[in-house]
């Protein structure tokens, strides 16, 4: 004869197997969960599942029935010279700024390292201020430096005898004015995120490294470069992901002119989402082969970085 | 004696380049500042000269005085929004990461590898089709749609759940002995015990609204009062081409909110990046 207990146990044991009270929070758990699950089911999962199926089918045409093309957007968007030359600049862009951001950021940390009073906690204070303004402001603070008539280059230029720069009209420095405003942005930030690698690798390395005999070099090849593994992982794809989906600077700076030479995806795809000459299915497309590239870099990153610390742990 | 010398000379080295910096990073905005205080003939007016000779305060009034637009109350709806934001972000992640992090529940790892995931997906991707969703809900041109769509995050849940799994277990236990329930624990202990990575992601997520751009551009069209602010810079700098001391006096003034939330989590933010290397 068995007691209610047991007959509710052996139930229980049923459902969930033999583990009784590993899951007997379980409650708690999908109603904590529920509310995150279900915001991004309907504002993430559903739009990405809405344009993957859409990218497979034609738009264009207003029928009752959208045809199925199968990869024939894809064929399409990669046809596209503009789409194309968008990747290109991105490409370009994503270059220059990782090369230089990463080796500005990385010196000045040390800088930053070396420097122990209240100038030091002064200046890394105040290097975070860019960080705090946004594309479309500063934008606006580089549109007005850099104003034909009389903004400050080209007054300088103008005192110096030279001639004034036309950001709009000239291929290198529409680039140069898309660029330099984005390393201003993010200096501060990427210098703050090198100096937090620095200061964590201990100091007794440098210390037995120095008795041994070696020179800077071989500190910076041996420890700080290898002890810095995951920060410049993280700051080079953060970098690379901003830089590739770049888009309130040159919408702003040039609006991707002179000839598509500071055009990059995300504006093309902006521009393109208001086209009525282009099917939308073609735009949706292109944003699937930019999440391709983008989510991807991200993901090798995300998970390499991730089973690299807990192997440290 | 050397080895002190050399320090020296880094040491003032090292003052003169970070001084350099400041000067580069600080200029662009001081370079600006004035101008919003110049009349259109002097604003580009040669030689440059960074104080105006004729001080006035024309630009601002003509940024308040718009008919068609509320500059003040496009400050406000933006700050209202992105407040309203991070208290949402900061309940809806920090439950979903704690629930990661301490209760077992069947088809847990699958909700967190589908979680997780999200994060992955560059917003211009979904950009289109989330117009369409929203728009289907009717959620255009009202408040909401400016809110609910970003409040989910999955670096965020990710970011929380790596904090929780650092913190020992011996406070729950004795907070059950005590008769507290899960919920009871999370609202309790856990919402205290994380103010840093709470100040550090709330910032984040504040910052993100308060610059949004591309969203509003494409949910608020009809609806003027809920202009967010980025979306109501580039409009006049579209509509007051000759006058670019109106669109500064706009610009400069809407960093006033960002700056003076920065100022006040400054210590936390600085020294919160060495946590928050990751991102």
Redo the contacts between chains.
């Keep these: 004869m068995r007691t209610d207990g047991q007959v509710r146990r052996s139930f229980h044991e049923k459902l969930f197997g033999k583990n009784k009270f590993k899951y007997r929070y379980a409650f708690t758990g999908y109603a904590m969960i529920a509310p995150a699950f279900l915001l991004l089911t309907i504002f993430v999962v559903i739009p990405l599942v809405i344009a993957i199926v859409r990218s497979f089918f034609d738009y264009r045409s207003y029928a009752e029935v959208q045809q199925f093309v199968g990869f024939d957007n894809y064929k399409l968007i990669l046809g596209t010279t503009s789409f194309v030359r968008s990747f290109r600049n991105a490409l370009l862009f994503a270059a220059v700024i990782v090369l230089v951001q990463l080796l500005l950021s990385f010196s000045f940390a040390h800088v930053l390292k070396n420097c122990h009073n209240r100038y030091g906690i002064f200046v890394r204070m105040i290097i975070y201020i860019p960080y705090l303004i946004s594309g479309i402001a500063a934008a606006i603070i580089f549109l007005f430096m850099t104003n034909y008539g009389g903004g400050l280059i080209n007054g300088i230029l103008l005192a110096a005898g030279l001639d004034p720069i036309a950001i709009d009209m000239n291929v290198t420095w529409a680039r140069v004015a898309v660029i330099v405003p984005t390393l201003w942005l993010g200096f501060g930030y990427n210098s703050l995120v090198m100096y937090a690698g620095l200061i964590n690798i201990p100091k007794d390395y440098y210390e037995a490294a120095t008795l041994d005999g070696a020179g800077w070099l071989i500190k910076l090849a041996k420890i700080t470069l290898p002890s810095m593994v995951n920060y410049f992982l993280l700051t080079i794809v953060g970098l690379l992901t901003s830089s590739l989906t770049m888009f309130e600077l040159p919408f702003l700076m040039t609006n991707g002119g002179p000839t598509e030479s500071t055009l990059t995806p995300v504006l093309y795809l902006f521009n393109n989402y208001r086209n009525v000459l282009q099917s939308s299915s073609v735009t949706i497309a292109g944003a699937i082969l930019v999440m391709l590239i983008v989510g991807a870099l991200n993901a090798v990153v995300f998970f390499a970085v991730q089973s690299k610390s807990s192997q440290d742990d | 004696m050397k080895a002190s010398t050399s320090k020296k000379i ?2 003032a080295a ?2 003169v ?2 001084t350099v ?2 000067i ?3 200029f ?2 001081l ?2 500042l004035p ?1 919003m205080f110049k009349d259109r003939s002097e ?6 000269h960074w104080l105006p000779h004729q001080w006035t305060l024309e630009n601002f009034r003509t940024v308040f005085d718009m008919p068609d637009y509320n500059y003040l109350l496009s400050v406000g709806s933006t700050t209202l929004v992105a407040v309203i934001s991070v208290f949402l972000s900061l ?3 920090m ?2 990461a ?3 992090a301490r ?4 088809g ?1 790892a699958f ?1 967190w590898v ?2 997780l ?6 917003g ?7 117009v ?3 728009s289907f809900l009717g959620m255009l041109d009202t408040i909401w749609v400016l809110i ?5 995050s ?1 670096y965020n ?1 990710f970011f929380f759940r790596q904090y929780y799994l650092g913190v020992p277990g011996y406070m729950e236990e004795a907070a059950m002995i005590d008769g507290l ?3 009871g624990i ?1 609202f309790r202990i856990f919402t205290r015990i994380s103010t840093a990575p709470m100040v550090i992601i709330g910032m984040s997520v504040f ?1 993100s609204y ?2 949004s ?2 969203w509003p551009v ?1 949910t608020i069209t009809d609806n003027t009062a809920l202009y967010q602010i ?1 979306q109501l ?2 409009t006049l ?1 579209s509509r007051y081409t000759g006058r ?1 001391g109106v ?2 006096a706009a ?1 400069m003034m ?2 006033i909110v ?2 003076a939330l ?1 100022c006040f989590f ?1 210590k936390y ?2 020294q919160g ?2 946590i928050a ?3």
């Design positions: 880094n040491g090292g003052t380049i970070m910096v400041l580069v990073i600080l662009p905005v370079w600006a101008s604003i580009f007016e040669l030689p440059l309940l809806v992640n439950m979903a704690y629930a990661f209760i077992e529940f069947p847990r909700f589908y979680m995931s999200t994060m992955f997906i560059p211009i991707t979904i950009l289109l089709t989330s369409r969703v929203v609910i769509p970003g409040v989910a999955g849940i329930s899960r919920a999370f910052m308060y610059n751009f591309l494409m980025m810079i580039r700098n670019y669109v500064l610009t809407s960093l960002p700056f920065y400054q933010i600085v990046i060495s290397g990751v991102k």
